[in-house]
């Protein structure tokens, strides 16, 4: 962990703001109509947000943006459990927190967060780092969409040295796996927290850079999949490969975790949910068939770039 010396918490704040507006106006670019709305939003214990929605345009059924800046007396256990020296203290957070599911089966969803943490005690000096990342969920996979979408990550990661974009794909590899399914929640991308190494300016720059990047990641697949034509059977199985994300949201993620045990605002935290999921029993795709295609080829853990 690293100290506070150098720290600006505003800076870091007046960036997420930018990014969240930034994004908005790349996904609207997408919709002939449809806009966010803006849901601002206060917490009792400190703090608050600007929760945006886009539900029920043309190509994105439903797209989220929130930000949040939020303190507290007593870091959530969900950020405490890897670091169990800093349970009982204080805390700062603020993050924009992304989630893209469009109305087209063969476009994918997405997820994007960048966030950063203060641990504050009043006999010590406070504790900072950095967090973040971006996945892609593929309902039915595309090989150039897996392709761009890694070689995108990699290229935001290389200016900050060669090891760093095969640690952080193998960290959302890991991270982004549901133990109880046994599968993958998609093709990965990028996945980092406890970040301080190297001080302050250093990993906010690689902070920016991944928030940054997801649009460049994410544009060019949803303009050459938003308007595919699909049927009664995509959109089924859609509907079913959902399931799985909110599955691990509700289950394993440790963003949801930590905005609920945190007292944060229940609808904000749960806007990454998809606006309609749904399960079947022992459901096994038919062999050869695109829906079989997604786990036995694109569920695969590999190196894409």
């Known amino acids: 962990?690293?100290?506070?010396?150098?720290?600006?918490?505003?800076?870091?704040?007046?960036?997420?703001?930018?990014?969240?507006?930034?994004?908005?106006?790349?996904?609207?670019s997408l919709e002939p109509t449809a806009r966010f709305a803006h849901d601002v939003?206060?917490?009792?214990?400190?703090?608050?947000?600007?929760?945006?929605?886009?539900?029920?345009?043309?190509?994105?059924?439903?797209?989220?943006?929130?930000?949040?800046?939020?303190?507290?007396?007593?870091?959530?256990?969900?950020?405490?459990?890897?670091?169990?020296?800093l349970a009982g203290r204080g805390f700062r957070a603020m993050g924009v927190s992304v989630v893209v599911h469009p109305r087209n089966p063969y476009a994918p969803t997405s997820h994007m967060n960048v966030r950063f943490l203060v641990a504050e005690s009043a006999d010590s000096p406070p504790i900072w780092w950095f967090g973040g990342g971006f996945d892609l969920t593929p309902i039915y996979g595309f090989d150039e969409d897996c392709r761009h979408w890694h070689a995108t990550a990699k290229a935001l990661c290389a200016p900050f040295g060669a090891e760093v974009y095969p640690r952080y794909k193998q960290a959302c590899d890991d991270y982004f796996y549901l133990p109880h399914r046994q599968e993958p929640r998609g093709i990965g991308g990028l996945f980092f927290d406890d970040l301080n190494d190297g001080g302050f300016e250093r990993c906010f720059a690689f902070q920016q850079s991944v928030g940054r990047g997801y649009v460049d990641a994410l544009l060019p697949?949803?303009?050459?999949?938003?308007?595919?034509?699909?049927?009664?059977?995509?959109?089924?199985?859609?509907?079913?490969?959902?399931?799985?994300y909110v599955e691990f949201n509700l289950v394993h993620d440790r963003g949801t975790l930590f905005g609920l045990q945190s007292g944060g605002r229940t609808e904000s935290i749960l806007m990454s949910m998809p606006p309609a999921s749904g399960?079947?029993?022992?459901?096994?795709p038919e062999p050869g068939s695109p829906e079989a295609a997604l786990t036995e080829h694109f569920l695969v853990p590999r190196a894409w770039a």
Not at 1 to 23: G, H, K, N, W
Not at 57 to 77: C, H, T, Y
Not at 221 to 244: H, K, P, V, W
Request: charged share 25%.
């Open 1 to 28: 962990m690293a100290d506070s010396a150098t720290i600006q918490p505003a800076a870091v704040e007046a960036f997420l703001r930018q990014l969240q507006s930034d994004i908005c106006s790349a996904l609207e």
């Open 41 to 85: 939003w206060q917490r009792a214990e400190g703090g608050g947000g600007n929760t945006r929605v886009l539900e029920d345009g043309a190509a994105l059924e439903r797209a989220g943006v929130a930000l949040s800046v939020i303190q507290g007396k007593r870091l959530p256990p969900a950020a405490s459990a890897r670091n169990p020296e």
């Open 221 to 244: 697949i949803l303009q050459r999949r938003c308007d595919m034509t699909y049927g009664e059977r995509e959109r089924a199985f859609q509907l079913y490969r959902r399931g799985r």
């Open 279 to 284: 399960w079947r029993y022992r459901h096994v």
